[in-house]
């Protein structure tokens, strides 16, 4: 991984701005940046390289969601219910 990643990654505080969702209402941004990291964390591990890069979607996601909506996806994953295409 580039170092210029490692430092945005070691320095993060909380979600940057995403242009994709400029409303208040944050909600389908976390829902995103859930998916983005469960999709790159299967591509990366299927290729058997480093899932290291998705560590910034799960820290935009955990900044943004509830904790008792990630519990419930995750439990959701388990059970093999989970809505989302990932």
Same mark, same amino acid.
């Given at each position: 991984?580039? +170092?210029?990643? &490692? &430092? =945005?990654? =070691? %320095?993060?505080?909380?979600? $940057?701005?995403?242009?994709?969702?400029?409303?208040?209402? /944050?909600?389908? %941004? #976390?829902?995103?940046?859930? *998916? +983005?990291?469960?999709? #790159? %964390?299967?591509? *990366?591990?299927?290729? +058997?390289?480093?899932?290291? $890069?998705? +560590? @910034?979607?799960?820290?935009?996601?955990?900044? *943004? #969601? $509830?904790?008792? @909506?990630?519990?419930? @996806?995750? &439990? /959701? *994953? &388990?059970?093999?219910?989970? $809505?989302? =295409?990932?």
């Amino acid at each position: 991984m580039s +170092d210029h990643i &490692e &430092e =945005k990654i =070691k %320095n993060y505080r909380t979600a $940057p701005f995403d242009a994709r969702f400029p409303n208040t209402n /944050q909600t389908r %941004n #976390c829902y995103q940046n859930y *998916l +983005d990291f469960h999709r #790159c %964390n299967k591509a *990366l591990t299927a290729r +058997d390289q480093d899932a290291a $890069p998705c +560590d @910034w979607y799960q820290r935009v996601y955990k900044s *943004l #969601c $509830p904790i008792s @909506w990630v519990q419930k @996806w995750d &439990e /959701q *994953l &388990e059970a093999g219910n989970f $809505p989302g =295409k990932i």
